[in-house]
Nanobody
Framework: QLQLVESGGGLVQPGGPLRLSCAAS????????IGWFRQAPGKEREGVSC???????????VYPDSVKGRFTISRDNAKNTVYLEMNSLKPDDTAVYYC????????????????????WGQGTQVTVSS
């Protein structure tokens, strides 16, 4: 059973950076596409980035317009870890952030649909406030 553990959340001032990590308990992380999602109180869970398999899809990434140019997802398959670098953070970025995994064979390019992911971490809180 694949397990995902997020870390790196916390309180950050507007405009500041933060890096989240998602550690996976799996032998070969590259078998999975990984997504980062967030959920703010009273709002639906939304995708903020995903990364495809490196070997089969070149590690292609997807971002919504709301974070494009500010967030960067990357994967280190040797360390079984996926990162989310967040810059120029805004109060609207405040949410619980989750990483999720799905079989990379299902999608040539990863998707930002929560229903497409089978495995989820427990989340890490990110608060952007002065």
């Amino acid at each position: 059973q694949l397990q995902l553990v997020e870390s790196g959340g916390g309180l950050v001032q507007p405009g500041g950076p933060l890096r989240l990590s998602c550690a996976a308990s799996v032998f070969t992380l590259d078998y999975y596409a990984i997504g980062w999602f967030r959920q703010a109180p009273g709002k639906e869970r939304e995708g903020v980035s995903c990364i495809s398999s490196s070997s089969s899809s070149g590690g292609r990434t997807v971002y919504p317009d709301s974070v494009k140019g500010r967030f960067t997802i990357s994967r280190d398959n040797a360390k079984n870890t996926v990162y989310l670098e967040m810059n120029s953070l805004k109060p609207d970025d405040t949410a619980v952030y989750y990483c999720a995994a799905t079989d990379a064979r299902l999608f040539r390019l990863c998707v930002l649909l929560p229903g497409a992911y089978d495995y989820w971490g427990q989340g890490t809180q990110v608060t952007v406030s002065s």
